[in-house]
């Protein structure tokens, strides 16, 4: 600091340090002091030890009595400033009407989102907490070692015979339940018949879980073969009662005895049911390899409850041992055991063949993220024209600070009016909140099989710990500007002022709000895009007008007798399922002459199902109902995989598929019997064998409403009990692009918010701009300046920020495109200037208009109405 | 009585100060205590002393005109008060009188 010689001064960040922590009586003496020292002993050490010797002097003078005096809170009249800040906020909301407004309406907005997200993360992270072990249940989960070493996606589900192992071999654990999740369809009183799910469950299943009993014994009530648990709804339900115990039941002709009653299982429990049978009852049945196969573990599940002085290495040691020996003795199936904590199930990775519907964990990040952008979004809105309009608070503040408010006074000032406008935007929130629940919660299938978005008393503390945290956050950057105003240039003329500092943090600020809302915008367009892309995708076979009817269990033959009376129907077919929808199916195949057997994916279809759909025949002709010669009709991918040569010569050729011996009588033109996210491998269409679940009518009808009449009318005579369950081929691929579309409403929902906030703060930016130069537009305008130049000056800055956003959010939003909602497509639309580029210039025109609306307003006026009170 | 008794520091302290008569400020208390004392002092530790005795009202201070070679920081420039003589001329009294009883042989 020393102006002889500006390079002989001390470390810059030692004086720093000293003037930030130093007491204001004691800092120029001390300062002095050191400096003048540090003088001498540049002359004597020189410089470089005489800045370390100032460096070690300035860390001796950290001691209490040097330090400041902290008081944070130490105001002698607290309440009675509060009370003037809460005062003096108030004046200046109704005061400044339009950007309190806009204040209000952004954050408000935001925080709907916001508290969504609260109610849903809450609500997500209660899962499983009300088992009183939940500390100890641990999860065996099995992982498929496929032939070529690679390890599969880890299942949710285990064997039962893994369950019974380690029930009985490893050591350091308490309890072990299993279950099997067969317990479904009919149960019949004595004249009616319900239908349920449940599960065969080992009787240990209430001492490691916590469900507790309303009725029966918790120790024995799943002891014995054929005992049932039913839970309190359910026996309400059977018998308008609780008081059950020793009824019996009938399940498929055999009876079971009620043993218990338990409280329903809590919404927040991964696992639901509706009753429980004894799992010793699968001993007693026909299936009984269930038990003791170690190959059927697609649908038991185990769970563990350790004991207090675990060692979980040790026990996953010992079930790896198990594993070894069951891998060694079983010819089908290769697998690894392993163990997962209870609280890692619900949110948690994916596992295949979950219990019960799981919200997996990257959703809730991407909730979570997504939720944060909007909020911060607005918080800049807020801090945005805070510190724009600071300047006409100038002098309150220059007053304040020379009556003598301290910086922190200040800054507690500037927090308080946030926090207070945050909390009225909470109410507005609030009801927002209640209008988009139910958008949200049929927004994907995840949400709305998991959560209901029930409001708590801790989800309330919850926004209200929220809405201050956001009143801090938003009144952080303004309240810290204004702290910092010098009071001697707020007395010397506002105009003087130099706020580029404000300046340059708003510009960011606003580039960032319209990054984002741009980002949204392109995602939007490009997820619809490319959702209507994969509806109208060319699948090479015709979907019009086919209507998918459920057998439901009913025999095709009698369907089709019924149906083949309508005169609109044109075709009927029938298939095992539906191509093109998701599901898929498939086996190796192998031809005697060719080496090494192929995946191939099939339907089972009837002969009339090729000419119903309109699939293209390159050679043969369609299979028939003949059983005594096995026929297929494979793809094109099929030849050149098996190398079959032309189409022709692959006819008769023998494919041992499926267990039978299969000649080839007919190829068709690849088509895609998977959806976009597959892409063409061999393929073949096998007959029926009374494997069939759907029939395909083609309708040809002028008036449809009557037609699914008939076609209900005719259903009901030849099934009464089960309703008609139909849907066109067309709602059948959307339904399998509910993923795709509820991204698609995701982002939707997100970018109108987006771009709604970043518009209004881009509103109250251009009537304070347009404010503040009312007086030099209007002399421009009295010396000929025409409405066009004076709206390109007022739009000139913020088209360049525009640009610059444009830049980052384009390239951004296609990255984020390509790498999550597109990341597993084969086949993806081509995105060019209009994908990109729409949803940029819709953001832009909006914010120009914007804009210039408010320039066009200052330049319009009468240049005397604001050149006359000088 | 607790609270006038001098500490050995500030004993030295008040001395220096009244040996630098006009000029005592805080570079120069530290220069001379160090030189005399053959003691390096930090002037943290001065600061603490000098502030502690100011607030027993064993010295007074008044802030000096600012100075190119301190960055234009004015100096603080101390001064002993007459209660401060008063606790000087007793820790001497008792020290003089102790002396004045330790056997002479005792020093050889």
Redesign the interface.
């Known amino acids: 600091?020393?102006?002889?010689n500006p390079h002989i001064a001390p470390p810059a960040f030692a004086s720093r340090l000293l003037r930030w922590f130093c007491h204001s009586d004691?800092h120029?003496?001390?300062?002095?002091?050191?400096?003048?020292?540090f003088?001498k002993n540049t002359e004597i050490y020189g410089l470089k030890k005489a800045k370390r010797k100032y460096t070690?002097?300035v860390l001796?003078?950290?001691?209490p009595?040097?330090i400041k005096k902290v008081r944070l809170f130490n105001y002698q009249n607290n309440t009675a400033m509060f009370k003037n800040y809460t005062l003096v906020a108030f004046r200046n909301l109704s005061r400044n009407r339009l950007f309190s407004a806009i204040n209000i309406l952004g954050l408000a907005m935001s925080m709907a989102v916001a508290l969504l997200a609260i109610v849903f993360v809450t609500e997500i992270y209660s899962f499983d907490e009300f088992h009183k072990n939940k500390d100890r249940i641990y999860r065996v989960n099995n992982i498929v070692i496929k032939p070529d070493g690679e390890l599969s996606v880890p299942y949710a589900s285990t064997s039962l015979l893994a369950a019974q192992k380690i029930r009985e071999q490893v050591p350091g654990i308490e309890k072990v339940a299993s279950f099997f999740k067969g317990f479904y369809g009919d149960l019949k009183t004595e004249n009616e018949t319900y239908s349920i799910e449940g599960y065969f469950a080992s009787k240990e299943f209430f001492e490691v879980f916590t469900f507790p009993m309303v009725q029966g014994n918790p120790e024995t009530a799943l002891t014995e073969p054929y005992s049932l648990v039913l839970t309190e709804s359910t026996a309400i339900k059977m018998f308008n009662s609780t008081d059950v115990l020793g009824k019996t039941l009938l399940r498929r002709k055999t009876p079971y005895t009620i043993t218990a009653v338990v409280k329903d299982p809590p919404r927040n429990s991964h696992l639901r049911f509706d009753v429980l049978g004894a799992q010793s009852t699968l001993a007693s049945e026909t299936r009984n390899s269930v038990l003791t196969d170690w190959n059927s573990m697609w649908s038991s599940y185990a769970y563990l409850l350790v004991s207090e002085n675990r060692n979980l290495e040790q026990i996953q040691a010992s079930i790896d041992q198990i594993a070894k020996e069951e891998n060694a003795k079983s010819q089908s199936l290769n697998a690894k055991l392993r163990i997962e904590r209870m609280s890692d199930i619900f949110p948690g990775e994916d596992r295949w063949n979950e219990v019960g519907t799981v919200m997996p964990n990257q959703r809730l990040s991407a909730m979570i993220i997504l939720a944060l952008i909007v909020i911060f979004s607005a918080c800049f809105n807020y801090a945005n024209l805070s510190i724009a309009r600071s300047l006409k608070r100038a002098k309150e503040i220059g007053v304040r600070k020379v009556v003598g408010a301290k910086q922190g006074q200040i800054f507690t000032q500037f927090i308080t009016e946030s926090i207070l406008v945050s909390l009225i935007s909470l109410i507005l929130a609030f009801f927002l909140f209640r209008l988009i629940r139910p958008e949200f919660l049929s927004l994907d299938f995840y949400i709305s099989r998991t959560t209901t978005l029930e409001l708590t008393t801790s989800t309330y503390f919850y926004f209200f710990l929220f809405t201050v945290l956001i009143g801090f956050l938003a009144g952080c950057i303004p309240a810290l500007v204004m702290t910092n105003f010098k009071p001697i240039s707020i007395m010397k003329g506002i105009a003087n002022m130099k706020v580029s500092e404000g300046i340059n943090i708003r510009k960011i600020l606003i580039g960032i709000q319209f990054v984002l809302s741009m980002g949204f915008a392109i995602l939007v367009t490009l997820t619809y895009k490319q959702y209507q892309f994969a509806l109208n995708f060319d699948l090479g076979y015709e979907t019009e007008a086919i209507l998918n009817v459920e057998l439901q269990g009913n025999d095709f033959d009698i369907v089709k007798s019924a149906f083949i009376q309508i005169p609109e129907i044109e075709g009927i077919s029938g298939s095992a399922f539906m191509p093109s929808t998701g599901s898929t199916n498939s086996d190796h195949a192998k031809i005697e002459s060719k080496a090494d057997s192929v995946v191939v994916y099939s339907i089972r279809i009837n002969e009339d199902y090729i000419q119903n759909l309109k699939h293209e025949i390159l050679a043969g002709g369609p299979i028939n109902d003949d059983l005594q010669k096995k026929q297929m009709i494979v793809n094109e991918a099929f030849l050149k995989q098996f190398e079959l040569g032309s189409p022709i010569d692959a006819i008769g050729q023998i494919v041992d598929y499926y267990n039978e011996n299969r000649e080839i009588v007919g190829v068709i033109e690849d088509f895609h019997y998977g959806t976009i996210y597959n892409d063409i491998q061999p393929f073949a269409f096998i007959q029926s064998e009374g494997y069939l679940n759907y029939t395909n009518l083609k309708i040809r009808s002028k008036d449809m409403n009557s037609t699914m009449a008939k076609i209900a009318n005719a259903w009901n005579s030849i099934d009464s009990n089960h309703d008609l369950q139909a849907s066109f081929f067309d709602e059948d691929i959307e339904r399998t692009y509910k993923d795709l579309s509820s991204s698609m409403k995701t982002y939707g929902l997100l970018s109108i918010v987006a771009i709604s906030i970043s518009i209004l703060g881009l509103l109250g930016m251009a009537v304070y701009t347009a404010e503040a130069r009312l007086k030099e537009l209007t002399i421009r305008k009295v010396l000929g300046a025409s409405v066009q130049s004076l709206v390109s000056l007022l739009s000139k800055n913020f088209v360049i920020i525009f640009i610059v956003s444009a830049a980052v959010a384009i390239p951004t939003s296609y990255y984020l495109f390509k790498n999550t909602i597109a990341q597993n497509m084969e086949y993806t639309i081509n995105i060019g200037f209009w994908e990109l580029g729409s949803g940029a210039i819709l953001v832009i025109t909006t914010a120009l208009l914007t804009i210039s609306s408010q320039a066009i307003k200052a330049a319009k006026a009468n240049p005397s109405e604001s050149l006359r009170s000088e | 009585m607790k609270g006038t008794n001098l500490g050995e520091f500030e004993e030295i302290a008040l001395l220096t100060i009244l040996v630098l008569k006009d000029d005592a400020?805080?570079?120069s208390i530290?220069r001379e205590i160090n030189e005399q004392g053959k003691r390096n002092i930090?002037?943290?530790?001065l600061?603490?002393a000098l502030?502690?005795l100011e607030e027993k009202g064993l010295l007074t201070s008044k802030?000096g005109q600012g100075?190119?070679?301190?960055?234009?920081?004015?100096?603080?420039y101390y001064e002993v008060s007459n209660k401060g003589l008063a606790a000087l001329q007793e820790a001497k009294e008792v020290r003089d009188q102790l002396w004045s009883q330790v056997p002479a042989f005792r020093l050889q």
């Open positions: 600091m020393s102006k002889l004691f120029e003496e001390l300062a002095g002091d050191l400096e003048e020292n003088l070690i002097e001796g003078l950290l001691r009595s040097v | 400020y805080g570079v530290k930090s002037r943290g530790a600061h603490t502030s502690r802030q100075n190119e070679d301190r960055g234009g920081r004015p100096k603080r």
